[in-house]
């Protein structure tokens, strides 16, 4: 098997050779002969526009994992902040009730 790389596209080239179930009909060849080639070429502009495709996908996906993320830290601590910010408001209005009827 033969690759190349060209500008536009890449190729690969393979040898077929002779097999003995097909000396019945290529009576002059012999058993590894070469019968022939087959050429595959692959368009890189096509691979390109895929792989462009493929990283905006990929960073689209990226920015709404960076702005998903502290969004969903902030309601999580929030939620699990707010019975601590409710104990803070209840020891602040005792202290103040207790500044104002103890006496200095």
Do not use: Y
Not at 85 to 94: C, D, E, I, K
């Amino acid at each position: 098997m033969q690759k190349r790389r060209g500008q536009r596209h890449d190729s690969a080239t393979l040898a077929i050779t002779a097999e003995p179930f097909c000396l019945a009909c290529h009576t002059e060849a012999a058993v590894g002969d070469v019968l022939g080639e087959v050429t595959i070429r692959r368009d890189l502009a096509t691979d390109f526009a895929q792989w462009i495709e493929d990283m905006r996908l990929t960073g689209l996906l990226a920015l709404a994992k960076i702005v998903l993320h502290p969004v969903l830290l902030f309601l999580i601590l929030r939620a699990r902040l707010e019975p601590l910010l409710g104990l803070r408001r209840v020891v602040s209005n005792l202290t103040r009730a207790c500044a104002m009827s103890c006496p200095r």
